[in-house]
Every structure is written in structure tokens, then in C-alpha cells.
DNA sequence: CTTGAAATAACATAGGT
DNA sequence: ACCTATGTTATTTCAAG
């Protein structure tokens, strides 16, 4: 990982559409080169695929809150348990266990409030182990970046 | 907005690298119908971009955390230059204004814990207004979706 | 890593249903 | 809106240095 694979990642997270050539041109090296290390980057696993970023409000998803989980017990069952359940949940953009009191932090997106309270009632609670949840809507967003600086 | 375009819009985010000939056969379009709808998504907004996804630990981006942040006063002009010093902030992934207690959390990423220890201390509560920040390490991620269902 | 060449494939556009 | 057809451009692979 040397300045110029710096400069690969960092160009293809703002833009992964820009053609090989003008990466090549970018990082100044030969397109056959260029295209070498991007290929190389991909198979090393750095790279771990390419998206298109949506709108979401565009997409009528208009309600995003976080929600913190606390569980009841745990044991390795109920967390595998859960692990799976939340998996299953396409209302679930991220969610992450927590060193501290709360036990989960997850990100959620849902079309309207209707939906959210539904989903928290209907699929999130649900799942066994859970002692508790906390929710939190997100009034607008300061910053929002689809990568890392690298 | 019909069936064709959410197919379009899910496929793309599940991978933007496809080619135009095998997202119109996907979708049952020709490839140059299949091409117009998606410069038209383009055109409208609903893509905002496209991205290449990035393991942040092979970058040695090790540390992941959200932070709490409580402001000292509700003023605009306070609020204005935090959302501005915040944008500075590369560590930071995403930044949201909550409705609840707390007034912004925000996700974080850094290389390891000192450099997490610093950009809290020396960039992060010297920003004007801040009341208290409240820090959770993650310590896994069960999910981590990037983009909605649709 | 570079250049250059050749094969393949994608893109953009035009004209027609 | 969609399709087919066409010229242009980009990608990919390979060889040789």
C-alpha cells in the first residue's frame, strides 16, 4: 500500500464510475498499470465491491432513527439468536455491538413514522432476548460520507 | 417510478460494476433502454453517485465509534459553526441532529484507539458549544448494509 | 512499469415501431 | 417508451522492453 494505491482508493470511494483511463491519468501511471492495481486491490479484498448511492427520501424513505438494544441475558444462543433476526431485517442499515451498557446500536430507515413504529412493535421487539430498546429519530443529517480518508 | 426502475435501483446497489448488458437483461429491457432509465436516475437525483466499498481495517482504520454530543446552547449561529467544523472532520462518517436529549451523534473511524483518544480531545470538544460528548467503542458489526431495500 | 497492438465490449446516437 | 443498428470509444489482454 504505497501513495498511489492511497490515491486509487480515495479516488474510486468519491467516484467509482471514472473510466480507467482517467484514473490512470489521476495517479500517473499507464492505464494497463492502473487497472493492474485496481484489479489487485479487489482480489486482496481492500476493495469490497461498488454501489450506487441512492437517495433515500427520493426513494420515499423518509423516517431514519438509531435505536439502542439492550439485552436480557448474554448467553452465546441469545446473541446468535439475535445476530440472525436483525440480519433479516432490510429496515436495518447497520447495526453494531457496543462496548458499554447499551448492548446494540442500529440504524434504521423506514418510509414514514407508521412504518417505524410497526416495524419496532412488530419485528424488532418481537425478537426473543431483548430486554429493552431506545429510540432515537434523526431530525436531518450534517455530514454523511460514503468512504474513508485514506 | 415502476417495478423496472426499483430493479434498476436495487440492483445497482447491490453492484454498480454490472455491466449496461447484463442489468437490461436482468431487468428485461434492451441495453439501451436499460442505459436511459439509468442516466434518467441519474439526471433526477435518485443516484447520487457511484462508490467503491472499502474494508476499513485493511486501510487500519481498526476503531469504530458513535459519540453523543450535547451542545452548551441552542443558538443558530453555535449550530452553524459546529456543522461546519464537523464537516472538517475526516475521522467522521456520518453526523445526524437527533430529536431526543442528546443533540447529534456521530459516527467516527479512526486508525486506533490513541489517534481516537486525540480526535476527541484536541479536534472534537475544542469545537465552540459543546456541552459534553459521550463515546461508545464498537466492538463487532452484526449488519452493515449500503443501500436500502427497495 | 511502459508502450503498442489487437480483440472484445460498452456507450451514445439516430431512426423507426 | 421501447427496439435495432451503427459508429465511436473504452476496456482488456497480450507481448516485448
Chains 1, 2 share one sequence.
Do not use: W
Not at 28 to 50: D, F, H, M, T
Not at 76 to 95: I, K, S, T, W
Amino acid at each position: 500500500m504505497d501513495e498511489i494505491n492511497r490515491k486509487i482508493v480515495n479516488l474510486l470511494q468519491q467516484d467509482s464510475s471514472i473510466t480507467n483511463q482517467q484514473l490512470a491519468e489521476a495517479i500517473g501511471l499507464s492505464p494497463a498499470s492502473s487497472l493492474e492495481r485496481v484489479r489487485k486491490l479487489e482480489r486482496s479484498g481492500v476493495i469490497r465491491g461498488y454501489t450506487a448511492l441512492m437517495d433515500r427520501r427520493k426513494l420515499g424513505k423518509h423516517i431514519k432513527a438509531y435505536i439502542f438494544i439492550t439485552m436480557r441475558q448474554h448467553n452465546a444462543q441469545l446473541m446468535n439468536r439475535f445476530n440472525q433476526a436483525v440480519a433479516d431485517l432490510p429496515e436495518v442499515m447497520e447495526c453494531d455491538r457496543l462496548a458499554g451498557e447499551k448492548d446494540y446500536l442500529m440504524k434504521v430507515v423506514c418510509d414514514n413514522i407508521e412504518d417505524f413504529e410497526a416495524f419496532t412493535r412488530e419485528r424488532l421487539t418481537t425478537i426473543p432476548g431483548i430486554d429493552r430498546t431506545s429510540s432515537t429519530i434523526v431530525l436531518s443529517t450534517l455530514v454523511e460520507r460514503s468512504g474513508v480518508e485514506y
